[in-house]
Structure formats: C-alpha cells, structure tokens
C-alpha cells in the first residue's frame, strides 16, 4: 500500500463527549484535521459544540453548563469514520481518493515521495538535451539580437519552436535552464518523460508536456514578471516614442501548469519561498491528476455498466412480464374455447333432441291412427336420415357416416 491509512470510528454520541472534553484544535491535531473540518462535521452529526467561553468557565473551576446532545434517529448520522495519514486529506465516512488510485498510480506517488524533494542545483551540471537545445536556440537568438538587422539569421518556424516553455529575461536563462534540468531528471527517475509539443500553428508557442505511465498529466512553463515603467521623452522624433510604457523583467519566476488548454499560476516567487520550493508538490501534483483521471474514467465505466445492468435487468423484466402476460392470454384464450365448445356442444345436443321430438311428432302425424308407418316407406325413410342426422350432430352419440364426411374424386 502506497499509503497508511490510520482510522477512528466514533458513535454520535462517543464523538459527543470528545467534543466536549479538549477544544477543537487539539482534536483536529489528534485526527489530523482542521478545526473549519471539525465545526462541518458537528453541524452535519447535528453535534453541539462547546460555546464561547466554555473553556474560559472551566479553567477557572467553574461548573459552566453543557449543552445536551439532541436526539436523532437518522441512520446516517449515528456514526462516524476518520480517515487520516501523512500523505492523504482526512475524510469522514469516506474511503480517501488516493487509496483507490490503481496500484500504478500508488507505486508511483510512494516512489516519488521516498525520492524526497528535487533539489535544483546552483550550477548546470551535465545538462538534459532538452535544455542544451534550448540553450543553444536561445544562445543563436542572442547573438542575432546583438546584430544589425539587415545581418541576422533566424532558424525556420518549425525548428523555432523546440524549446522548452520558458519566458525569461537573458539574465535569468541560467536559473530557468537549472529548474528545468531538474525537472525533467526527477521526472526520468520516476520513469515519466518531459516533452515539447508540436505548436498548433506555425509560429505558436509549444507547450513543455509532463507524461507519467505513457499519459499526458500537464504542462509546465516558466516566466518571468515584469514591472511597467512609463518612458517620457519629448525630444523624441516620433510621438509615439515621446510618451510609451515598457514592460522591465523583475526578476520574480513565476510557474505556470495547464490543463485542458487553461494557464494557472501555481507558484510565484516570494520574499524565501523560491519556486524551486514547490516543485516536488507541483510534479506529485501531477500524479495526483494521473490517479484522478484514471479514477474518474473508471468511476464512469461503472457508472456506465449500471445504467447497463439496469436497462438489461429493465428488459428482462418487460420480457418477463411479456410472457407471463402472454401465458395468461392464452390460458384465458384456452380456457375461453373450452367454455365456447362445451356451449357448442350444449345446443347441438338441444337441435339433436329438438329432431328427435319432430320426427316424433313426424311419425304420430303421417303414421295414421296407430302411429304404424310401413317398412320402405317414404316416410320410414325419411324418419331413419332424421334419426341419422340427430345422431350426427349429437356429442353423446357415435356419428354414423354420412356423404357429408366424403370429399368429390375427380379421378372417376
């Protein structure tokens, strides 16, 4: 692990009375946190804190009076975690970022922090050829600059660009070359790698890159402030000469990163805080940055995946519902032929006997007075295709064949 992590867990109510027994800067020294911190973290646990002049009372012997912890059911607020440690922001009731950099990421920050600050020297020693070839663009420049105009050379617009990022007075190049050539060491050791961009356009200005684990984390440049001094001078020939503004190197660095295409100002030289001060942060800085971007991606990755699991969990439902809907459609289409057929069934059994009662009837009416009708009669007949028939239509009786049950043969 890149990182020792310490952690302390308090109920509402132990955090409470830790609250109530040493004032917040002690506490915020003990868990490694501010005191601003501490007064969010009491106001979210909807913890009292001791009043003004709480601890005035209790020094001297007093009994002041202590605000009572108010009742809470919230779940979310009855414990809390503090994670602290020598590299890592506290956070309360969440796991550091750091910690879940990939393993990459957190071998890189523990190999740079056992490397220990970057040290720039105070003379150029065995210089990076990133810098010998800035040097000697810069060493061409002021050799011309020291030329009439009509005598000097410029190299081409695509060889001009080349240099590192660095806007400085010729009188403050040395220093410039010397916080460059330690940063692109540190960062080699590290296994990273300085490089110069190619410009956007021909004479736009290359931006000096910063890549770690073959991504780019940031640029880098240097430059100079200057100050503006107002030039009178009425004898001039031109108007514009009598009266203008120059601007006049101070000799103040000031260390600019980008991201995104945005110049920030991360460091600016002060009365003994160099800029030099502040790389080992501003490079570590950048591996922050790498950890982050990867986190981030791989933080939307899962929150991609579950939107995915969802739409999938989301269609398998409706697929579900779907075929539960269409099984009970069909048993209730099924079930609905049944009654449909048994219904069939019912009233051709009624026509059957209806037929049954008419040839009934047939027979009392044509058969005389005995009700006898003769074999081979017409009328026989007729009552034997209309018991047939009853028969035929009827469900509890076997269907005796009929022409009705033929199909024409064309063959004969």
Known sequence: MANHIKQRTFSRQQFYELVWSATLAKIAQKLNCTVPMLCDVCAKFMIPRPYTGYWTLLAKGKSP?????????????????????????????????????????????????????????????????????????DDLRIRNDALPYNKRSYPE?????????????????????????????????????????????????????VWFCGELVGCIRIREKQ????????????????????????????????????????????????????????LIGFIHRLGEERLDEREKGQREQVKV????????????????????????????????????????????????????????????KAGAVELNSGLANYLKWGAQIADRIDPLKETPRSILDEEFDVSR
């Open 65 to 137: 009076e202590i605000t009572p912890l108010p009742a809470n059911d919230d779940l979310g607020i009855q414990s809390l975690t503090f994670y602290y440690g020598d590299h890592c922001v506290t956070t309360v009731n969440q796991v550091p970022r750091e910690l879940l950099y990939d393993q990459e990421v957190q071998e890189l920050l523990e190999k740079a922090r056992k490397l220990g600050p970057l040290d720039v020297p105070v003379k150029l020693n065995k210089p990076h050829r990133l810098v010998v070839n800035t040097k000697a663009e």
């Open 157 to 209: 617009p695509a060889k001009r660009n080349s240099r590192l990022a660095i806007t400085v007075s010729n009188q403050q190049l040395g220093r410039a070359y010397r916080i460059m050539d330690a940063v692109i060491k540190w960062v080699e050791v590290l296994g990273g790698e300085v490089r110069i961009s190619e410009p956007k356009y021909t004479y736009g200005r290359a931006d000096t890159e």
């Open 309 to 368: 699991d969802r739409e999938r969990e989301r269609l398998e439902k409706e697929a579900e519902l779907s075929r539960r809907k269409a099984e009970f459609e069909k048993r209730k289409s099924d079930e609905q032929a049944k009654v449909d057929e048994l219904v069939r069934q019912v009233e051709v059994w009624q026509q059957a006997a209806s037929i049954r009662s008419f040839l009934d009837m047939v027979s009392v009416v044509f058969g005389g």
């Open 227 to 282: 100050n503006q001094k107002k030039i009178v001078n009425p004898k001039a020939e031109y108007s514009w000469e009598r009266e203008r503004t120059e601007l006049i190197p101070n000799g103040k660095f000031v260390l600019e990163t980008a991201d995104l295409g945005f110049r920030r100002i991360v460091a600016v030289d002060r009365e003994g805080e160099p800029i030099e001060d502040a790389l080992t942060g501003i």
